[in-house]
């Protein structure tokens, strides 16, 4: 059984101005495509058919094809999940409890987010994650995430940001940190909640 492309929650347009419809047609279509296809290239007709892609990540993260496509397949998945038309403001319940147990604030989150995003050197994602129970922020380079091993940090990302050029270069040029600062428009709270909720 392969792994397919999922459809977005929206139109390729739904999260303008803050991320531009040409960038999120070619990152969906084209980037989060070429993960996919090379993904399943790499585990047609081995021991890895059939796995699911958290036990690719976490066992096989080795194999430079599935740390590279099945950590981008899941990456993009992961990131177009956590962003909404509708998104934005401030979270609610449980997780703003752990946000300001963790961090202090929204703000405090934002800041070390944002910093790890606008930090994180060449191509990589900055993750939110949920270790041992409690909230974290990290990065990771090119398709790295936190369920791989080797990564410097780990646990279960709940929330991830792409900081490779391709996520932002079209609307943002060489402004990563006027990007990282626009998604926060679009984060779907909802989203990240039923995935703490489901992770911690
Ligand atoms: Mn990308």
């Known amino acids: 059984m392969a ?9 390729y347009d739904a999260l303008e101005p803050h991320m531009d419809a040409r960038t999120m047609e070619i990152h969906h279509s084209k980037h989060h495509a070429g993960y996919t296809a090379k993904l399943n290239d790499a585990i047609a007709g081995t021991d890895m058919e ?6 690719l990540l976490a066992n096989h993260s080795d194999h430079a094809a599935i740390r590279n496509n099945g950590g981008g397949y899941y990456n993009h998945c992961l990131f177009w999940e956590v962003m909404s ?39 990589g994602w900055a993750w939110l994650c949920v270790n ?6 990290c990065s990771s380079a090119n398709q790295d995430n936190t369920l791989m091993t080797g990564v410097g940090c780990g646990g279960h990302p709940i929330m991830g940001l792409d900081v490779w050029e391709h996520a932002y270069y079209l609307n943002y040029q060489n402004r990563r940190p006027d990007y990282i ?13 039923a995935k703490y909720a489901a992770a911690k």
Not at 99 to 122: H, P, Q, V, W, Y
Not at 132 to 137: A, F, H, S, T, Y
């Open 50 to 55: 059939g796995k699911s892609i958290e036990e």
């Open 85 to 123: 038309p509708t998104g934005g403001g401030a979270p609610t319940g449980e997780l703003a409890a752990a946000i300001d147990s963790a961090f202090g604030s929204l703000e405090g989150l934002k800041e070390k987010f944002n910093a790890a995003a606008a930090t994180r050197f060449g191509s």
């Open 181 to 193: 600062n626009a998604f926060w428009n679009v984060v779907n709270w909802e989203a990240v909640a």
């Open 3 to 11: 792994f397919e492309l999922p459809e977005l929650g929206y139109a």
């Open 132 to 137: 041992d129970g409690k909230l974290e922020v």
